[in-house]
């Protein structure tokens, strides 16, 4: 495992063979970490800088994912919604909305919800550039805390998971 400190404010994004997993470097090429989506089941296994993210999606008709540490200690949730916008409710009390922003689905942010005001910040910012034969992107940190990893890893994982479902929906 690589420590980068402090977290970079920018990372890429790149598909692993056969678009099942993705890794992240820093703007160096540094490896950062990697996100795995597993073939038929409902787990996601995810680390970036040292920190370890699973997801587990419930339900048959999915609509909750419960985010867990590697000991897999319940870190918060995520209530799956239409039309490009979920819910994130970590066990810190935090509250972060993830927004598609727009129609291609190549552009995607996670906002955190500050209580008591309409002007909530931009956390997390991400790219989706499709080549050919190659799935990329990139991720910029707008936000630093000390939860940078936990963010960025669920913001980038419900872009990807929708993403995956368009595509399995045809």
């Known amino acids: 495992m690589l420590y980068h400190y402090p977290f970079p404010s920018r990372l890429k994004w790149m598909a692993n063979a056969f678009k099942r997993g993705y890794q992240f470097v820093d703007e160096n090429g540094h490896y950062m970490g990697k996100m795995e989506f597993s073939t038929f089941g409902k787990k996601i296994q995810s680390e970036l800088n040292g920190v370890v993210v699973n997801f587990l999606l419930q339900g048959v008709f999915i609509q909750k994912v419960l985010i867990s540490d590697e000991d897999h200690e319940p870190l918060g949730t995520i209530k799956l919604g239409i039309l490009g ?8 009390g935090e509250v972060y909305f993830w927004k598609n922003k727009n129609i291609f689905q190549t552009r995607w942010q996670l906002i955190h ?58």
């Open 85 to 92: 916008k979920s819910t994130i409710n970590l066990n810190s």
């Open 113 to 170: 919800d500050l209580p008591g005001t309409d002007n909530d910040p931009i956390s997390v910012d991400y790219q989706y550039l499709h080549r050919f034969v190659q799935e990329s992107g990139a991720i910029e940190l707008y936000e630093e805390s000390n939860q940078s990893e936990l963010l960025t890893l669920i913001g980038f994982f419900l872009g990807m998971y929708y993403i995956r479902q368009r595509r399995k929906n045809g």
